[in-house]
């Protein structure tokens, strides 16, 4: 009997382990300080006292109104996350509207913080993301209204118009703030630019090209 209950204990104690981990980021990086009086910061935001919030703490009417899709791409991603909402703090959830020109994309991007399920209100989108090295394998579909998509978190994605006319998706992430990176522009705008020796041989491709390339961002 002794013997089980110490397998018991034993065993309790392996899971308590396994189970413990770090909170999930709530932004790019939190950089720890020793002196509390030089700065504070939390990971997400400070919680308003509960007896002052209001109904608009709640409410944001941003995705009434289509966005404007006259840009390079041909799309408009409209947030509706902890920046917008205050309510959603320490929810672990947000929304965005994006809409988009016929033909327009919503370029390859990755949410670092947050898996994306996207719902097809309007249009024909083709959908897809890549997997991880090494097998960088393609899951792709063609959406048609009603139609839903899961973008796993963190893997590069994209949605592209191929109908004649407008679309519009609704995407939730699990996130309150979920972070959006666009590769091309991560890649070829970085501020202060990415060495055109690495591009040049991390593409395969002519210094001219990589040069032309972050010129446009």
Same mark, same amino acid.
């Given at each position: 009997?002794?013997t089980?209950?110490?397998?018991?204990?034993?065993?309790?104690m392996?899971?308590?382990?396994v189970?413990a981990?770090?909170?999930s980021?709530?932004?790019?990086?939190?950089?720890?300080v020793?002196?509390t009086?030089?700065?504070v910061?939390?990971? *997400?935001?400070?919680?308003?006292?509960?007896?002052l919030?209001t @109904?608009?703490d709640?409410? !944001? +009417?941003?995705?009434?109104?289509p %966005?404007?899709?006259?840009?390079k791409v041909?799309?408009?991603?409209?947030p509706?996350n902890v920046?917008?909402?205050?309510?959603?703090?320490?929810?672990?959830?947000s929304?965005a509207?994006v809409?988009?020109?016929p033909?327009?994309?919503?370029p390859?991007?990755i949410?670092?913080?947050?898996?994306?399920?996207?719902?097809?209100?309007? *249009?024909?989108?083709?959908?897809?993301?890549v997997?991880?090295? @090494?097998?960088?394998?393609? !899951? +792709?579909?063609?959406?048609?209204k %009603?139609?839903?998509?899961?973008?796993?978190?963190g893997?590069?994605?994209?949605?592209?118009?191929?109908g004649t006319?407008?679309?519009?998706a609704?995407?939730?992430?699990?996130s309150q703030?979920?972070?959006v990176i666009?590769?091309?522009?991560?890649v070829?705008?970085?501020?202060?630019?990415?060495?055109?020796d690495?591009?040049?041989k991390?593409?395969?491709?002519d210094?001219?090209?990589?040069?032309?390339?972050q010129?446009?961002?």
């Amino acid at each position: 009997m002794n013997t089980l209950l110490a397998y018991i204990a034993l065993l309790a104690m392996a899971f308590s382990l396994v189970s413990a981990s770090d909170p999930s980021p709530l932004q790019d990086f939190c950089v720890a300080v020793n002196d509390t009086h030089e700065t504070v910061f939390v990971n *997400g935001k400070f919680c308003k006292d509960p007896k002052l919030a209001t @109904p608009n703490d709640f409410f !944001f +009417s941003g995705l009434r109104l289509p %966005g404007n899709t006259s840009n390079k791409v041909g799309s408009l991603v409209t947030p509706a996350n902890v920046a917008q909402i205050p309510g959603l703090n320490t929810l672990g959830v947000s929304l965005a509207r994006v809409d988009y020109a016929p033909y327009g994309l919503n370029p390859p991007h990755i949410h670092p913080r947050a898996t994306e399920i996207l719902t097809l209100l309007e *249009g024909t989108l083709y959908a897809g993301f890549v997997t991880s090295n @090494p097998e960088n394998r393609l !899951f +792709s579909k063609v959406l048609y209204k %009603g139609d839903v998509f899961v973008f796993p978190k963190g893997l590069i994605h994209f949605q592209l118009n191929v109908g004649t006319t407008k679309a519009m998706a609704i995407s939730t992430l699990s996130s309150q703030n979920p972070g959006v990176i666009t590769i091309a522009n991560a890649v070829f705008g970085s501020k202060p630019a990415i060495s055109a020796d690495v591009l040049t041989k991390a593409f395969q491709v002519d210094k001219n090209v990589v040069e032309n390339l972050q010129s446009r961002f």
